[in-house]
């Protein structure tokens, strides 16, 4: 006789195996990481260097106006302004500001309104004397051209009540009372009710000249000035 077996069948299903998970690459390894890292870096030092050398000027000395050949020029005829040199003997050349000029300075050329201050054309008080003589001319016989620096001829024409009439019966001619002058300041002519009839032209008289100024300015008193200005002076 056959005896049954009985099975016992499991109530619980067998566990499944785990699954494999691949191990991600370290987030420091990443290679564009690396290169963001490095460019902000360089941005970082390339700031830095520009920001060390963003005010890498040097103040130096300009004129505030233009000055003649031999005036003397003082703190209120200069202005500071900041400069970059790409070379340190360029720089040289000016006169910095960080010291104020040399009382009895005189340049030794003329210098442009803005123009910087060159050692060059600076010289001491005894480099170039001069005395300053005004004039009054009438506003049409001066040249529109003519400014300080510019170097003119001075003339005086007889006035027609006190001309003296030669045996020839011709009238005085007019006389040059000054040659190759230059002129140091033309002031600005006219008021607020608005322009005059005459300009006053200051020019420099060097002492080989000064002899005859005496006669120069008596003629000017009983003529006419007229400044006369060659093409190219």
């Known amino acids: 006789m056959m005896s049954r077996v009985s099975a016992t069948i499991p109530t619980t299903a067998p566990a499944t195996s785990p699954i494999a998970r691949r191990q991600g690459r370290a987030i420091?390894?990443?290679?564009?990481?690396?290169?963001g890292v490095l460019i902000v870096a360089a941005?970082?030092?390339?700031?830095?260097?520009?920001l060390a050398h963003?005010?890498?000027?040097?103040?130096?000395?300009?004129?505030?106006?233009?000055?003649?050949?031999g005036s003397t020029i003082g703190p209120d005829d200069v202005v500071t302004r900041r400069i970059r040199f790409f070379d340190?003997?360029?720089a040289?050349?000016?006169?910095?500001?960080?010291?104020?000029?040399?009382?009895?300075?005189?340049?030794?050329?003329?210098?442009g309104a803005?123009?910087?201050?060159?050692?060059?054309?600076?010289?001491?008080?005894?480099?170039?004397?001069?005395?300053?003589?005004?004039?009054?001319?009438?506003?049409?016989?001066?040249?529109?051209?003519v400014r300080p620096g510019t170097?003119?001829?001075?003339?005086?024409?007889?006035?027609?009540?006190?001309?003296?009439?030669?045996?020839?019966?011709?009238?005085?001619?007019?006389?040059?009372?000054?040659?190759?002058?230059?002129?140091?300041?033309?002031?600005?002519?006219?008021?607020?009710?608005?322009p005059t009839s005459t300009q006053q032209v200051v020019v420099a008289v060097p002492p080989a000249k000064e002899p005859a100024l005496a006669a120069a300015l008596a003629r000017a008193a009983s003529g006419t000035v007229v400044v006369v200005k060659q093409d190219g002076r």
């Open 28 to 35: 420091w390894r990443d290679p564009r990481l690396v290169v």
């Open 43 to 50: 941005s970082v030092l390339l700031g830095a260097r520009l």
């Open 54 to 69: 963003a005010d890498d000027s040097v103040a130096v000395w300009a004129v505030r106006h233009d000055v003649a050949r």
């Open 88 to 90: 340190r003997a360029d």
């Open 92 to 111: 040289d050349r000016y006169l910095a500001a960080a010291a104020a000029l040399p009382a009895g300075t005189v340049v030794t050329r003329d210098l």
């Open 114 to 145: 803005g123009e910087l201050l060159p050692r060059s054309a600076l010289g001491g008080a005894a480099a170039q004397p001069f005395v300053e003589v005004p004039f009054s001319v009438p506003a049409d016989a001066v040249p529109a051209s």
């Open 151 to 194: 170097v003119v001829d001075v003339w005086v024409t007889p006035a027609r009540s006190a001309a003296a009439t030669p045996t020839d019966g011709s009238p005085e001619r007019s006389v040059r009372v000054f040659d190759d002058v230059t002129v140091v300041s033309v002031p600005p002519s006219g008021t607020a009710l608005g």
